[in-house]
């Protein structure tokens, strides 16, 4: 994979395995939790986005408790009783756990089938199909068109997560300022993104120049998610 591939590539599966394995425990979790966050409008389930807001918690705390198959199909199972079958928010929510049981294992990865299934669920989910399939070839270009919508943004928070691998940053401890720290951790916290060009500025006043730090704080069409590359780096999180 070249450079601009990796800029450009929409395939959640080749960016990640482009990536040094296994993957992070914690940024695989925090990628299904932003998504997760990005499509709990068409999550009509309260105890799922409660389970997302743990596996994040646990993911930030000193140990994330690998989830057993028993478990996770035990979660799954409740939802039988709460949706129709083949409905889209069963589809959300089925995708959803299964995706975070995906990271939690002791080789975690980004399961490319759940993100596809997401894709085609909340794609449904705006655009309603009696002919509901995951085959974006078998449905309407408005139904295409919010698939691939999707496709674009879990792409984004991949790299926003893990950040560009062909441009490795190590972090000055002169840009770890007070008043960097303190940006960072709010942003972080309180999921503050819109604060990520006031950070830039911070960082460019304590002396970082590295134009990938600062692009992708002041970029404005950038998606960010708790575990933006920047802020983890900031903040020492791996």
Request: net charge negative.
């Amino acid at each position: 994979m070249t450079e601009d591939e990796w800029l450009t590539c929409l395939d959640v599966r080749t960016l990640t395995k482009f990536l040094p394995q296994p993957l992070s425990r914690r940024k695989a979790t925090l990628a299904v939790c932003g998504y997760g966050y990005r499509v709990e409008g068409f999550v009509p389930s309260p105890w799922v986005i409660d389970y997302l807001t743990q596996a994040e918690r646990e993911a930030d705390g000193s140990t994330l408790p690998e989830i057993s198959f028993e478990e996770a199909s035990r979660r799954v199972r409740l939802l039988d009783s709460e949706f129709a079958a083949n409905s889209a928010p069963k589809a959300i929510c089925y995708a959803l756990l299964w995706s975070v049981y995906t990271t939690s294992g002791s080789r975690p990865f980004i399961g490319p089938a759940n993100y596809q299934a997401l894709r085609a669920a909340v794609a449904q989910f705006r655009n309603p199909d009696p002919r509901f399939s995951f085959n974006p070839k078998e449905h309407s270009p408005d139904w295409v068109a919010a698939y691939e919508d999707e496709e674009v943004c879990q792409a984004a928070i991949v790299r926003d997560i893990f950040g560009n691998p062909f441009r490795p940053v190590a972090v000055d401890p002169a840009w770890l300022t007070a008043d960097v720290v303190a940006l960072a951790r709010g942003i972080y916290e309180e999921r503050a993104f819109d604060r990520m060009p006031i950070l830039a500025d911070a960082l460019q006043d304590a002396g970082c120049d590295n134009d990938d730090v600062l692009t992708h704080c002041r970029d404005a069409s950038a998606t960010h998610v708790r575990g933006c590359w920047v802020v983890d780096l900031v903040l020492g999180k791996e």
